[in-house]
Every structure is written in C-alpha cells, then in structure tokens.
C-alpha cells in the first residue's frame, strides 16, 4: 500500500488554517508581548485559504468534483458496489457546494479574526461589566479561530467517519474557549455550551458505533450505505444511527430542541463570539449535516420525517422568539434558530446546492449585522431600543444593517434573501413536501414581522437629545467590507446561489 | 392638421401651468396661446374637407395611432371636416374671448395662473370630443371635461359654498356618465372596433340587434342629459353659478353642455334607428324645456335666471335630436349649438362686469345697472334679442330652424313629437317673456337716476361689442358650413313671431303690473331659488344610500375581517412571551432535558416510520 | 471470537447509564461523567464493529482510539470552563442559573 498523495492546492482551505494556527501558537511563544504578528500570521492563513476554495469552487464548478488522498487500490476502502454508483478511491473530495462552504468559513473567520484583534473587545451582556477590557491573548484567540475555521472546512468535504467526527470536534471546542475567554465574567454562557457539545459529541460516537456495525466501514457515503439499506435488519440499526448523527450535528445548527445554549450564550458571550458562533459554527453543522444526508440516500424515506419535523419546528418557533427579543444578539441568536430550520429544509428533499446556497446568503448577512452590531456597541451592551433613528445618525451602519435585516427577512431590496427562500422551496415543493412547505410560508411571515421590527426602528426618528454614538472604527471597515459583498450578492445572486439554480 | 389643433390648447394649457405662480404671465401665455389657436382654426375650416351627406364629421378620413388591446381594435383616429372646423372655431374663439376677459376679472386672483390653465385645458379637452373619430378619445374628452368643470366652479376654493358645487357639478355628471361609459362599451364590443365609422357600420347593418342598439343608446342619452342639465340632472348648473363668470361663460354656454349635442349628432345614424331613445331624450326636453323657462321668469338672481334659460335652451338644442326627421336634424341642432354660445357667453360676461359694478348679481342689486355704460347696455340688449328668438338675428334663425325641423312632417313621427313640437312653441313664447323680464331690470328700471358711469376696460368693452354683433348678424357665418338645416316655410316665421310678440307683451304685462315682482318676491321666487329642492332628492336617493353602504364596508372591514388578523397577531405574540419567559432561565440542565427529549422524539418518529414500513 | 451478544449489551448498559447520568445528574462534574459513559459504550461499540467485520486496516478499532482522544481533549476544556464558573458563580450546580 503506497502513501496517499496529497495535492496541496486541494487540502489548502483545510491545511493552511490548521497551519496558521500552529503558526500563530510560536509567534505567541517566540514574542508573547507584541499583539501584532499573530493576527498577521492568521489573516495572511484565512487568506489564502477563501483563495484557494475559491479557486476549487471554480474548478469543481458544474457538478464534478476535485479530490485528492486517493488510496487505489486499498483493500480498507472496497465496498460492495452499488447500482449505479460507484465508489471513489479518494478520501477528500471537494465539491462545488463543498468549496463555497470552505471560502464562506475562511472568509467569516477573517472578519471575526478583525474584530477579535481590536484592542477593546465589545463587552457583552451583563450587569456589572466593564465597557470593553483589553485582549489578554492575541495568539490563542487566533489559534483558536484559525482551529474552528480549519475544522469547519475539514468537515465541508469529509467522506468518513473519522474526519467527520475529528472536524466537528474541532469546529466546536475553540469555541467554547473563546466564550470563555471573552464572555461576560459572572456567566459566559459556556458551561451551557460545553454541556450540550459533550453530549452531542457523545451521542455522535454512539451513532457512529452503529454506523459501522450495520455499513462495515467508516466511509460517509450513499454507495457505503446501499448495501446495509437493502437487509431489513441492518435498516433499523442504520436508520438509528443515523438518527443519533443528525441529533449531534444539530445542536449546532441550533435547530429546536437542541437550541437552548444559544439565547444565553449568544448574548453573554459578545459579538465576536455570536459572529463565530452564527458563521463559521453554523458552516461546519451544515457540512456535518450534508455528508450524513448524503450518505443516508438508501434509507432517506425513514428519515425524511424527523429531518421534516425538526425543520419545520424551527422555523417556526425561531421566528415566533424573535419577534420578542429585546437586544440585538438575543435577536440574532432566534434569528440563527430559524435559520437553521431553513438551512435543514432542502436536505428534507435531498437538495444540498439549496441548502449549500442558502447558509452562505445567511452568513454573509449576519456577518455584516454582527460587525455593525460590535461596531456601535464600544460603549456597553445595546439593547434594540438604543437603535431608533439610527439612519440619522450613523446613516452607513443603519444602511449595511438595514440590508443585512432585510435580506433574513427576503424582502427586497434584499434580493439576496428573497432568492433564497425561493432557491429553498422549489425542491420542496416540486417534491410535493407541503407539511415542511408550509411551515416554511408562516415562518416567512413571522420573520417579516421579527426583522422589520428592528428596521423600522432604524428608520423611525428618535428623539432629538441623542448624540450619536462612538463607532468602532476596525468594527466599521469590516461592516463596509461585507456590506459591500453583501451588496454585490444582491445584485448579482448567481455568485453565492448560481449553484443552486442548475 | 387635427393633431396640431388638439395639441396648441394642452401645450397651452401645460405652459400656464408651469408658470401658475407668476399669475400675470400664465394670463399672457393664455391669451397668446388662444390667439394661436384661433388663426390655426381659420385655416384648418378653410382647407378642411366637406363631410359627406349623413356623415358631417367625417370620421371615415380620420388619422391617428391605432392599436390593438384584448381583442379590440382602438383606431384612436381625429378627424377634420368643415362642421367640426367650424364647432371648434366658435370654441376656439369663445375661449379666446373669456381667457382675455379673466385677464380683467381675475387680476386680483393670487390663482389666475391655475384659472388659465384650466380653461385652456377645458378647451382642449371639447375640440378633443369635436374633432375625434373614435368613440374612446370622446369619452377621455367627455370626462376630462368634467374634471375640469370641477377645478373651474370650485375655483374659489376657500369658501365653502364653491367647494360644495364643484363637487356636486362632477358627481351628479358622474353619475350620469355611468350611463354614457356603459352605453359606449356596448357599442365598442358589439363592433369590435372604437372608431366611430366602423361602430356606426356595423350598429347600423342588419347583424346588429335592435334591442341592444336602443339600450346601448338609451345609456349614452343618459349620460347626455346628465352633461347637458336636463331633468332629472339640471340641479348642478345652477350651482355652477359659484364659479367665476368667465367659467360660466364658457362651461354653460359654448363647450360643457353643448357637448352632449355634438356627441349626439355625431352618433346620429344610429339615434335615429333607436326609438326609445329618442323617446326618453325628447320626454326629458320637452318638460325640462318649459319648467326651466318658467323658472327664469321668478328667479330672483340674475345670473341663476341665465342659468335656467341655458337649461332651457339646451333643451331647445337637443330638440331636433329627439324630434326630427332624418333630413335636417344635425344641421338644427348644430346651428342652435352655434347661436346660443354667442349669445349666452354675450349675457353672461356682461353680466360679470354689471355684477363688478353693483357687487352682486341679485336681481334687486342690479337694476338699471345697464345703464351706467353705453356698451354693457348695447351688448346686454343684443344678448336678449337673439335670446328671445327676435327674427333674422342669430338666435332667432338658429330658433325657427330648430321649429321648422321638428314641425316638419310631425305627423308621421309619434307622440313624442307632438310634444315636443308644442313644448318649443311654449318655449318661444316663455323664452320671450323672460328676455323681457331681463331687459327691464337692468336697463329700464327703478326711478332713481344712474349717478356716474362705470369704467369698463377697453379690452372688455371690445370683447362686448365683438359678441353683440356677432349675436345679432352671425347667421351670415352660417351657410355650407353647417350641415343643411332645412328650409323655414313662411308659415312658420310668421308663426313664431307672433308667438315671439306675444312673449314680449307677457313679459312687459308681467312687470309693468307688478305681478312680477310679487311672483320674484313669493313663495314661487323662493321655491326656485332654492333649485326645486331637486338637491334635496337626490340627497335621498343617491348620497344617503351610499354613504350607509360605505359605512356598512368599513364595519365590516374594521370589525369582522380585521378580528382575524389581529387574532393571529394577538397569539403569535402571546406565544412569543411565553417562550421568552421559559427561555429566560437559562439553566443548563434545562438545555440538557430539552436534549434528551428531542432526541427521545426524533427516535421514536423514525421507529413508527420503519416499523410502518416493513 | 466471542459472540457478539455481550459486547453489544455491555455497551447499550453503559450508553443508557450515561445518558442517565448526562439528564439526571446535576453536579456538572457527574454530568460529564455520564458523557464519558456514553463515550465508553459508543466505542465499545465501535471496536466490537471493527471486530466483526473484515476491514483489514481495522478502522473501527482506530477510530476508537481517535474518540479516546478526542474525549480527552473534550474533557480539558469542560473542566476547565467548570473550574471558570465555579470561581465566577460559586456553584457547578446545572440547575441553578448564574445566580
């Protein structure tokens, strides 16, 4: 058996993050008082890989798929041959759908990279914290988001258990760490956080045991699976584990029930961590989920129901919250539950490119929501109340903000998210799903209602004796940056959602 | 060349607008534009082609854009022959006359700008419903009309009363023009076509179904009798009398009443095939003719009687649609159309500046007011003498051309005819008394002697004089260009004026023995001068029901539809609460339960689908 | 090879003693120690997978040694996050909020 060949340019989007964080951990250790290399270290690593993932977007473009690590020839990876399908060789195979969810991560762990680098941290929600204090670790914070962004793009493209579970893991520790790190000193919201990722993580390793006891091999794939599909025994013993895979991912999708870490950790932990949290946490659960949906195509009838159930109850009861949040975060972390309801939507009828289109028309928009948000908020934690007439004073923000809003809610001029929402009911409606449907259609109206209650109170004015607020300039620059590609998606909704138009 | 015509107004109309602000430049741009207009005319009726027998406006020669629009074809045409030349350039020219006579009237006006601009688009919107060959571009005139008879009455806009009869004018002709829009739309489906030749083929052929026809032409009458004041209608042009006067000038003299004749005449052929029609057009006329006459003889405000003789005289006007034969119909009705606007738009600017003079234009205020200048007493005579009917002068020809019309051959046509026929010969006789009436008050009553002349502008003063001999020998403009009228037999003329005599002698009888002014000053006086409280029924049985109706949807709306929506408001917000105050404790343990069970769930969904399954 | 009734029991015993030690348990410390049951009997469960199949790089069994450390790196961090809570809210009850 030879050694794997690895092609660089394939793994890049996973290596250099993974690098950039070893990277940034000797910088640290070489120069622990200087705050500026580390940050460098890892903006030049995300950079290169939203490059790189873009480049295999590009070449992976038209529904082929660029792979690397193939084993020819190894007996580990023979499988039983399934009717039509047949099995690759190689362990990393990066899609369309796979690379776009890579470049969305790097690019999210950059703008989250920026706003972790200021000076002052943006305090969260607490009654006795102090207005921003100063960042202790500059190296650990970006070795850590440099490690989830490296474990979101790993899980993107996983084709087997062991990557699968490794990946996960590594999207979701760093996280807790960093709430810790930054979060509200009475209580950051991490210890709901790490309970619910244990027992997830616990439960996925139940269900990868079963995995493999009814497939015989670690492989995440439809053709891995066929044959255990077809013996009627075997289907139960898959069908649950399968079950227990999707119940692990989807507390990180914050998908109702497994969504009550997020209304406390959000707020309490900041905007930086919400901003990692909603982007790159919620890029790596889709990725989880995809592969599991993927593999699960022989005995999809079965699972259809709790995928169905699970979407539609979030759906609709995120935006139900969200019309009665009060502060910002507390708004979006609803707004993620909902989200995530629709992100799970397409999967029920088998369309990853839709869900895959969707998440990355979402993480753009709460990206530019969550740097606005950190931007205004040097000055303590805002409550929603505090953005009245915003337009007057702080008229970019309120605009970047303003579109980010109504793209959730898909109400032009945020075209972006009107398309999505579309993008994401025509599988299900061409496949007659009318019971996740039209849940879907209520939860639309209700999150009208939710997102333009905060734009109406950017729009409405404010009584006179306001001063504006401080802003944020790093905050402000990355609000302007996605803003702007928030903007170009838009108009031109092919670049994020071209993929899900085939 | 049509197009050319139509466009000069709106431009003019557009310009005024534009500078509404400087008032005195929007009146010059007004003049001038009409100015403009009125030499375009002269050529157009010199060089415009003679319409056929039985076709005088020509609409087969038509241009225009056509276009198609669900399955009906708009041919969007005008069309120019010598009669809708000649209609336009009595408008034309009148319109000319009242923007430089509102010049004066309405200097101190901080509006005048907006005024102009109203009557050039007023003007523009009648030669659109003269000069068009499709059955569309007459409607958008027809209505476009009405619109601006609205800004013009309510042009004073700050007091209540003009508020109140502009929207009583555009509402009670609104109504009216149910009839006409329903009546035009059947014509245009049944011929699949909206210009006016084709719609007059085809309604004219023998696949046409009659009773369709009549009903069709039974609902345009409709809407004509609206236009035109007549019974049941009449009761907007008496408050249309809140407008300025040079707004009436032109609205209730050339163009807005007179409309409903030329659309009439220009749908002719197919009125004429269409008994009911004309049966309810000329029942309609004859009483509106004879009651509108009475009701100028003890109507106390000077300017409201020349309201109820135009009621009347329109009346006389649409005679000869109703009435007469084939032969001379067009032709008397049109020339009447012709003499009643010079002559109406005489008494009626001179009775602007008579009621400048004195300040009000009560009968009361204003005697012997004609008398303080020579022209306002030679244009106010003038006026009434082609009014009354006096041989030879205009009003006089265009009168007896009307009679002998409908008296031609009467017997071979009905009822109907009949009374028509004698409700004319009353209407003389009436018409005669009340010209009378209103040549003594103002230029011979009242003992005490006029003090001192009254100024009179040397544009006014020419305006007066221009109309006043037009009034008395404009029947020589007459000629081919009108269709034929018919021949007036010598037994008619003298008929009528004997009858025209005998008017005067009722009216001079009246008023030298005092029963007139005890008639003015009495009950009757009263009664007509609160309108018949005609305005009072319609309150009754159109406002009152409709309003209830309203009010009846908006209840509905408010307290039955909306229930439901703020219902679902009400729960989704409730349930919204609730989970945030079961979230607010944001125990872990909690999340952990709420994990355990979704997973429970989920499990026990999956079971029952594979154990349904197997 | 020894049949595979037992591991199979054995492992469903320690995932169902585990989850009732992840919901039951309110002291954060038992609670991860439920975790680690069900860790334990999900690879169990795994090794015994590999076992009985035929995958010749015994890739069940390796995986297990991955969870073990994964596990491992798992439990460092919530130990440390429930050290952090205690010093911050005096308390690793679960059932009480931050107080």
């Known amino acids: 058996m030879s050694a794997p060949t690895i092609d660089v340019l394939v793994a890049a989007p996973v290596l250099a ?12 250790a070489i120069a622990p008082r200087r705050r500026l290399p580390a940050p460098v270290v890892g903006a030049v690593a995300l950079t290169l890989a939203v490059v790189c993932a873009v480049v295999l977007r590009l070449r992976a473009h038209g529904g082929g798929e660029v792979s690397t690590l193939c084993l020819t020839g190894d007996p580990a990876l023979a499988v039983t041959d399934a009717p039509g399908m047949v099995a690759s060789d190689c362990l990393l195979r990066v899609t369309a759908s796979g690379a776009l969810l890579q470049a969305l991560a790097a690019a999210a762990g950059l703008a989250t990279l920026f706003l972790l680098a200021r000076h002052r941290g943006s305090p969260p929600e607490s009654p006795d914290s102090r207005a921003g204090r100063p960042v202790a670790d500059p190296g650990v914070e970006v070795a850590l988001v440099l490690a989830t962004v490296s474990g979101a793009a790993v899980v993107a493209v996983a084709h087997d258990l062991g990557t699968w579970l490794v990946g996960l893991e590594l999207a979701t520790l760093p996280v807790v760490a960093l709430a810790v790190m930054r979060g509200a000193p009475r209580d950051s919201g991490a210890l709901n956080l790490i309970t619910t990722s244990v027992t997830s993580f616990a439960i996925a390793v139940v269900g990868a045991g079963l995995w493999v006891t009814a497939t015989g091999s670690l492989r995440l794939g439809g053709v891995a699976s066929w044959a255990a599909g077809q013996d009627a025994s075997m289907r139960a013993v898959l069908t649950l584990g399968i079950v227990l895979l999707v119940a692990s991912v989807a507390f990180k999708l914050s998908l109702i029930p497994f969504h009550a870490w997020a209304p406390t950790t959000y707020p309490r932990a900041g905007a930086e961590v919400a901003m990692l949290l909603a982007s790159v946490s919620t890029v790596a659960a889709l990725g989880g989920m995809v592969a599991v949906v993927r593999g699960s195509v022989s005995v999809h009838p079965a699972i259809q129901p709790a995928l169905s159930v699970l979407a539609a109850v979030s759906m609709v009861v995120g935006a139900v919250l969200a019309l009665r949040a009060q502060d910002p975060l507390r708004l979006i972390a609803w707004s993620g539950v909902t989200q995530g309801g629709w992100v799970l939507a397409p999967l029920v009828a088998g369309d990853v490119d839709a869900a895959v ?12 929501a969550l740097s606005v948000v950190a931007a205004l908020s040097v000055d303590g934690p805002r409550r929603l109340e505090d953005d009245r007439g915003l337009l007057r004073r702080r008229p970019l923000h309120a605009a970047v903000l303003g579109l980010a809003l109504l793209t959730f809610a898909g109400l032009p001029p945020g075209v972006a998210g009107l398309l999505a929402k579309f993008v994401v009911l025509r599988p299900l409606a061409a496949q007659g799903l009318w019971w996740v449907a039209l849940p879907a259609v209520v939860a639309v109206v209700i999150g009208l209602a939710a997102y333009l209650r905060w734009v109406a109170l950017l729009l409405l004015p404010a009584p006179d004796d306001r001063t504006p607020e401080a802003v944020d300039p790093t905050a402000t620059r990355v609000a302007v940056v996605v803003g702007l590609v928030l903007l170009s998606v838009t108009v031109v909704p092919v670049i994020l959602l071209g993929t899900g138009t085939t | 060349m049509a197009w050319m015509l139509l466009a000069l107004p709106c431009l003019t109309a557009a310009l005024a607008f534009g500078l509404a602000r400087r008032g005195s430049l929007a009146a010059l741009v007004a003049v001038l534009g009409s100015a403009t207009t009125l030499v375009l005319s002269v050529v157009a009726l010199a060089g415009a082609p003679t319409g056929a027998r039985g076709a005088p406006f020509a609409e087969g020669q038509g241009s225009g854009p056509g276009s198609t629009l669900g399955g009906i074809d708009l041919t969007l045409q005008l069309s120019l022959s010598t009669t809708s030349a000649f209609l336009v350039l ?16 309405l200097a101190d006006d901080d509006r005048r700008g907006v005024f102009h601009a109203s009557i050039a688009l007023f003007a523009a919107a009648m030669l659109m419903v003269v000069l068009s060959a499709d059955l569309v571009l007459t409607v958008v005139g027809w209505e476009v009309m009405g619109w601006c008879s609205y800004l013009l009455i309510g042009h004073w806009s700050r007091r209540e009363a003009p508020r109140r009869a502009g929207h009583t004018a555009f509402i009670v002709t609104r109504i009216a023009d149910i009839g006409l829009l329903l009546g035009v739309s059947v014509l245009i489906a049944g011929a699949g076509t909206s210009g006016r030749a084709e719609v007059i083929e085809h309604w004219t052929s023998a696949a046409a179904d009659p009773g369709t026809r009549s009903v069709a032409l039974v609902l345009v009458v409709i809407g004509v009798l609206g236009k035109s004041a007549q019974l049941p209608f009449h009761d907007w042009l008496l408050d249309a009398m809140e407008g300025p006067t040079p707004a009436s000038a032109l609205i209730h003299a050339a163009t807005m009443v007179a409309a409903g004749t030329v659309v009439l005449a220009q749908l002719l052929p197919l009125l004429l095939r269409a008994e009911p029609a004309r049966a309810l057009l000329g029942l309609s006329v004859a009483a509106t003719m004879v009651l509108a006459a009475i009701c100028a003889l003890v109507e106390p405000d000077l300017k409201r009687l020349l309201a109820w003789s135009t009621i009347s005289q329109v009346g006389v006007m649409l005679a000869p649609l109703a009435a007469a034969g084939t032969g001379p119909t067009a032709g008397a009705a049109l020339g009447h159309l012709y003499g009643h606007a010079i002559f109406k738009a005489l008494l009626f600017l001179t009775i602007g500046w008579l009621a400048v003079t004195r300040g009000s234009t009560a009968a009361g205020a204003l005697v012997g007011s004609g008398r303080s200048h020579p022209v306002a007493l030679l244009a106010w005579a003038a006026g009434l003498v082609s009014l009354a009917g006096i041989p030879l002068v205009l009003g006089g020809l265009t009168k007896e051309h009307v009679i002998a019309a409908v008296g031609e051959d009467v017997g071979a046509r009905g009822l109907v005819a009949h009374l028509v026929l004698g409700s004319l010969l009353v209407t003389v006789v009436l018409t005669a008394a009340y010209a009378t009436r209103a040549l003594i008050v103002v230029v011979l009553g009242g003992e005490q002697r006029v003090r001192a002349r009254a100024v009179m502008p040397a544009a006014v003063s020419g305006i007066l004089v221009v109309l006043a001999v037009a009034s008395i020998v404009g029947g020589l403009a007459l000629g081919g260009r009108l269709p034929d009228a018919g021949h007036v037999p010598l037994g008619l003329f003298v008929l009528v004026l004997a009858l025209v005599l005998l008017g005067v002698a009722v009216g001079y009888a009246l008023s030298h023995l005092g029963v007139q002014q005890r008639l003015v000053d009495g009950r009757a006086g009263r009664a007509v001068g609160a309108g018949l409280g005609v305005g ?79 | 090879m020894i049949h595979t009734a037992g591991p199979y029991l054995l492992a469903s015993l320690l995932v169902a003693l585990g989850l009732y030690g992840i919901l039951a348990r309110r002291n954060a410390v038992l609670m991860l120690v439920g975790a680690e049951l069900v860790l334990a009997g999900g690879g169990l469960l795994l090794v015994t997978a590999g076992a009985v199949g035929r995958d010749p790089s015994w890739s069940g069994q390796v995986l297990t040694l991955f969870v073990i450390t994964i596990a491992a790196a798992e439990v460092v961090i919530a130990l440390a996050v429930i050290v952090a809570a205690y010093r911050r809210r005096g308390h690793i009850d679960l059932a009480q909020d931050a107080g």
């Open chain 1, 17 to 28: 993050p993974a690098l950039g964080a070893v990277a940034a951990l000797a910088v640290d």
């Open chain 1, 357 to 368: 289109g969707y998440l990355a028309v979402y993480v753009v928009a709460v990206v530019a």
């Open chain 2, 90 to 105: 009595v408008v034309v020219l009148v319109t000319l006359l009242v923007q430089t006579y509102s010049a004066w009237y």
């Open chain 2, 536 to 614: 009072t029924l319609q309150h009754l049985v159109v406002v009152r029901p409709v309003t209830a109706l309203a009010r009846l949807v908006a209840f509905l709306d408010r307290e039955v539809i909306d229930t439901y929506v703020r219902a679902a408001a009400w729960g989704v917000l409730g349930a919204g609460d609730a989970g945030t105050t079961a979230h607010r404790r944001s125990r872990p343990a909690s999340g952990l339960a709420l994990l355990g069970g979704g997973l429970l769930a989920i499990a026990v969904i999956t079971a029952i689908v594979l154990v349904g399954a197997s």
